[in-house]
């Protein structure tokens, strides 16, 4: 291959390599919340927005960016060590979610750190309304 071909072909190599870089999972997950009659949202998150929905549950969806991190490093995280799986407390008539791992260390390779961005949606029943950023209670129904 002549020099030109390399030149012209090296900068089409790198940005393929940066494109392969990232590593994009998303997780849902459904919670019934019965007759709860607030919730309260304590996710850990580069972004968490509430949004309404017609629906009678609760749906999460977590998007996460890993970067500079291999398939299979993203996969132990997410599958083994369960670092972004969400739960819920349901006592006393309170809807809590919350992270199963409260405390996200960066992950580091050999090759150093891997940046990581999450982005959670919480869709809420309808019948709920926000009462602070992280609190909704459900509106009476008469």
Aim: net charge negative.
């Amino acid at each position: 291959m002549s020099n030109k071909k390399i030149i012209t072909f090296l900068p089409l190599l790198l940005c393929f390599l940066h494109l392969q870089a990232q590593l994009e999972k998303t997780i849902h997950q459904t919670f019934f919340i019965a007759d709860a009659s607030s919730i309260t949202v304590e996710l850990i998150g580069d972004s968490i927005a509430i949004v309404p929905w017609a629906g009678n549950t609760i749906l999460t969806e977590t998007k996460i960016e890993l970067y500079d991190a291999s398939p299979s490093i993203l996969a132990h995280f997410t599958d083994k060590e369960k670092r972004y799986v969400i739960d819920a407390d349901t006592s006393a008539n309170q809807f809590r979610l919350f992270n199963i791992q409260q405390e996200r260390k960066p992950i580091r390779t050999r090759h150093g750190e891997c940046p990581e961005i999450v982005h959670i949606r919480v869709f809420v029943p309808e019948n709920f309304e926000k009462e602070s950023d992280y609190k909704l209670v459900r509106i009476n129904e008469h």
